[in-house]
């Protein structure tokens, strides 16, 4: 029996290798069109100008490197096209002035590089980053990677909606695999149900599986020490989760077939921690010794170079937003409310005013409120609203990038209703915040969640690379909103629907 195991193993190993599976294809796909192609494209343009190899082979590996120093595996930077655009027209721009510089230095004068000639190359290595980047898009949709969910056929189908409602391309539920050998072979909720652990290894081949998604585990079986929150914090069910590891690493080691937990493929995939679904286990990352969040200094830093920089850009807006109000209903130019901040220490927030007078007090605010007067809208339309909160940045009291602060009224309403809720002041409030450029305005405590899912995410990947990323999307939001996709409710805060309309009654009463 023995042998015939292992004779089994190396036959599926034969077949597998020369297979190259959905993520080695996205990788390499990536590397080609994106990095490696722009960067030829470069070169040959330097070449035809300049007539020279060593020229040609300087601009080449300029190129390349510098696109190679700014590829953020990180952070999701397709969930964020134009920051990502930026970031693959940055890349020629810097080899190209790499490249210029060496030059400049090289005593010998054997690659002598003009910016002149460089112009070209850049050109032509931008268009070839466009080409690239629509080939890839192209592969991503016609070569899926094909995943399965060791879990329930509800959290399957979740995970099936989410992808289609964030446009996340590339990726594809085939079914779900129950692991306690209980679900049959047929569709459930419209989710494939692949059978049980037992066969596992035959559904990863049969199927040609190249993801398993570890979920929520049904809890009909009784839980053990084991039964315990993952690593990334994502609550499991009755069921063993040592025991669903020990199964898939006897059967799956030998196959092309990777293995994630549901939290972190909704971090990497979706950009923001499950709420719904997630322990204080999660935290754990940040109690780390190897974790290094953004360094105070270097943030203070950053917020106060881009916050005087903005400010002096922002002074001759302000001012004809100022005379706008004041010729549009005569009311008070700005608008102070209290909120909380770092610590949960108050903070005195400054806007202009964009809401009639008569239509103010703590509620939230939806992206077509009536409250909100005709300059006010066009100012909320554009951001220019929040620009007197520069004067927040230079004092300390805010940061460019963060969560949102809200009023003491709200954030108690709150905290009792959501986890976690409080950890959000953590870290100063932000004018713009990785939950602005993804979901636009909250409207209610459901959207409220949504927020916070973001925000936690931004809590554990917050860095000044990634204040800059979350500052270039917020550009280009101010021209092209993007409409605020939520997934399930479930997958926010596990509740009911019953619980969202109730909540949206509950903003009625107050206003």
Known sequence: MGDRSRHHAREDRRRSLPYLTGPSAHRISDLVALRVAPALAGAAIAHARLDSEWQALLVFVCMLGASLALRQRHYPLHLIPFASATLYMLAPLLGAALAVAISGADAYAISNVQIADMVPAVLGAWIVTGIGAWLTHSLRRDREVRMAV??????????????????????????????????PTDEVAGVRC????????????????????????????????????????????????????????????????SMIEAGQLYEELFGHVPLGTTTSAWFQYLLHPNYQPA?????????????????????????VAALAIKIGDRGPILHRQTRLGEGGREIEMIKLR?????????????????????????????????????????KGEMSLVGPRPEQPSIVAKLESRFSYYDRRHLVKPGITGWAQVRCGYSGSQIGSAWKLCHDLYYLKRRSTLFDLLIMLETLSTVFVPEPMNRPDERFIVAATAGEEVQARLEVGQRA
């Open 150 to 183: 060791i879990g329930t056929h509800e959290f399957a189908r979740g995970l099936e909606a989410e992808l289609e409602a964030v446009g996340v391309s590339g990726y594809r539920v085939v079914g779900c695999i129950d692991p306690e050998g209980s679900c």
């Open 194 to 257: 692949l059978g049980s652990m037992v066969l596992l290894r035959n559904t990863v081949l049969s199927e040609g599986l190249e993801l398993l998604v570890l979920g929520p585990l049904s809890a009909t079986t009784g839980a053990d020490d084991s039964a315990l929150p993952s690593e990334d914090g994502f609550r499991g069910g009755g069921v063993s989760r040592l025991e669903v590891f020990e199964r898939v690493a006897d059967a799956c080691l030998d196959l092309p077939v």
């Open 295 to 319: 360094w105070p200094i270097s943030k203070r830093l950053f917020d106060l170079a881009l916050g005087l920089v903005a400010a002096v850009f922002a002074l001759p807006l302000l001012l």
């Open 354 to 394: 964009t809401m009639r007078e008569a239509h103010r007090g703590p509620l939230w605010t939806q992206s077509e409120d009536d409250r909100i007067s005709a300059v006010g809208r066009v100012l909320r339309r554009l951001h220019i609203d929040e620009l007197p909160q520069l004067w927040l940045v230079l």
